[in-house]
């Protein structure tokens, strides 16, 4: 059954146009190659596409677009609108940067992206299609989620409130091949299975994501889960970006990025994109590369450190009571989609059960109906009650960091994200 249900998912993505295996096996010829040939065909790319930078200019060498101006996401956002370039899939960021962005793609495009996360998940001998359990927000209801999900062969489990246990045994008991999902909530979902004695099979590997985990907290997980644990560095504009080796090195894997950091903010260009033009795009993360001799995935580049990412990701509605943060987000971006007013934001929490929300703009609509919004859409999903202020300002520059979620309220003893 597990087979079949593999080879059904597979079969999904060839119905939609999506050649993920052609890609993965482009994605292992790249890294096969030495660097000098690696560099020619980056050359290559370069003179034939031509993409635009951030000043519109032609960019038709490596040299080039190294000196290139920063693409900031408001810039991107401008431009993106102004070509009017229509693709055949969407993608749309959250907002958990605090930046909601949209991406388009071609066929093409994303099972390029695909191919590369099907190329980094064999590392841990587990392929695209297999069966994922995925710790993510709660799972939405409709009938288009509930399809999705049977199609991906996944099933998504929320470790918090009161059928936080059932979740996490009623997942865990349908044996999935690999975990994926927020470090914050695969530590949730690890210290329930540690208190409550949960049975479960191991699982190949388990995947941490869009947030930073620190080494003693991979080990915990490592532990409890009885697997090996990689951290994933990617975003909603280029998926993976970076992927954690067995030899604990986080790699970059996607041959058609070129990364660099720049007074360690991290620049990401995108050569092969031809929906859009991504040249030294701004993902708004600090972090250092550096050169290893590791050849066990990708490139010999890899991220040694990463900020911007923070896993305080936890809203306290009072001293005992919590829910992630991405349900702010999530909030948010339903009354961008409905209000359709887009704007950036940053939150941050001082003391318990309130939060002030600094938003870029003034609002077309009131500040009373954003507020009113979030407090009914979190009291629906979580049973908590906050209060939320909204703040038309720039956020203070003493707050530095680059999450969209500040916390600082100082954390209980036994918070799971300290285990």
Known sequence: MRNIRYCLTRMSFLVMGLRIEKWRKQVETFWNLGTEERKSILEN???????????????????????SPILTKKSYRTLARASGVRSRYNRKTSGTTGEPTKVSLSKEELSLMLGVRDYCFRHYGVRLGYREARFWGREAQGLKSKFRNLALNR???????????????????WKPDYLYGYASLLLEAAALVEKHSINFTPPKCVICTAETVMPVQKEYLKKVFKA???????????????????????????????VKNTDQDILVSDIFRKSANLVNYELGDSGELEVVKCDL??????????????????????????????????????????ENEIFNFRIVQFEYGAIDIYVSTELESSTESLKN??????????????VVNILCETVPKYFTEKSY???????????????
């Open 155 to 173: 099933k998504v489990c929320f470790p918090m409130g009161e059928d936080a246990v059932h979740s996490v045994a009623k997942t865990l008991s």
């Open 45 to 67: 790319i370069l003179r034939t596409h031509s993409p635009l930078n951030a000043s519109g200019e032609p960019v038709t060498s490596l040299g080039e677009l190294q000196l």
């Open 228 to 258: 090996p644990v990689a951290e994933e560095y990617g975003a909603t504009e280029f998926d993976v970006i970076a992927f954690e080796c067995k030899g604990g090195h986080r790699h970059l894997v996607n041959p058609w990025l070129v």
């Open 373 to 386: 919004h979030i407090e009914e859409y979190i009291l629906r999903k979580t049973g908590q009650s906050l």
């Open 405 to 419: 979620f500040i916390q600082r309220i100082r954390m209980p003893l036994n918070s799971v994200t300290s285990t």
């Open 297 to 338: 995935l990708g490139d010999s580049q890899y991220i040694k450190f990463l900020e911007g990412r923070s896993i305080s990701r936890f809203v306290y509605s009072d001293c005992n009571n919590r829910f992630h943060a991405v349900d702010l987000a999530y909030a948010i971006n339903e009354y961008q989609r409905i």
